[in-house]
């Protein structure tokens, strides 16, 4: 069965239930201690190492070795049809670089996935862009941006997933993992911004 975080359900809505099925049990397995203990500090949940399946690993480098390209394509398109009000900021720059930004956060993203560290990964990304370590493309982040953002991504995945497979089995435990993976990065991800970006706590 896919590990996931140890949360507390009362930070949860209706999904609460689903996810305590993909509860972690106690692991000595601590890798990434700074990310973790600033995620615990700041958002209030008990953060264990995040472990995903091996058909999700291999989903993901399926989707970065063969479907690359069509991959960052499709999750810019429905970035653009779902009205993510980043993309507003992205209307000066060309195509290639709009591209280019998304292909360095998607192909960091499915790395993370492989290496058992999606949420780290992206609270790292997180905390280097409000650094300014990754440029100033974006200069805000809203709550709808979240939201929509992993939704977005989520269903672009599970476009994926018949070129990937034709086991049904393995198209349901792929939708079910990217589901309650998505949800867990979402939820922290925005308490972690609530906590620690100010202009982002005025929109959530």
């Not at 700074?34 to 999700?56: Q, V």
């Not at 709550?143 to 599970?158: E, L």
């Not at 925005?190 to 959530?204: E, G, H, I, Q």
Request: with cysteine; proline share 3%; hydrophobic share 40%.
């Amino acid at each position: 069965m896919w590990r996931c975080l140890a949360v507390n359900s009362h930070l949860f809505d209706e999904r609460s239930k689903y996810l305590q099925k993909y509860i972690l049990p106690e692991s000595n397995n601590y890798r990434h201690l700074k990310t973790i203990d600033i995620l615990a500090s700041y958002s209030h949940i008990s953060f264990r190492p995040m472990e995903t399946s091996a058909t999700l690993k291999a989903f993901s480098i399926f989707l970065k070795s063969e479907r690359k390209k069509d991959f960052i394509e499709e999750v810019i398109n429905q970035s653009h049809q779902n009205k993510l009000p980043a993309m507003e900021q992205l209307k000066g720059l060309s195509e290639l670089k709009v591209y280019q930004l998304f292909e360095q956060g998607l192909m960091l993203f499915l790395d993370d996935i492989v290496k058992d560290r999606p949420l780290e990964g992206v609270i790292d990304s997180l905390s280097d862009w409000m650094e300014k370590k990754l440029g100033t493309e974006i200069k805000s982040l809203s709550y709808t941006d979240v939201i929509s953002g992993y939704q977005v991504r989520k269903q672009v995945m599970i476009r994926f997933i018949d070129a990937f497979t034709n086991d049904p089995l393995k198209y349901i435990d792929l939708v079910q993992e990217l589901t309650v993976l998505m949800t867990t990065i979402e939820k922290a991800t925005v308490d972690f911004l609530s906590k620690n970006y100010t202009p982002f706590a005025r929109t959530y």
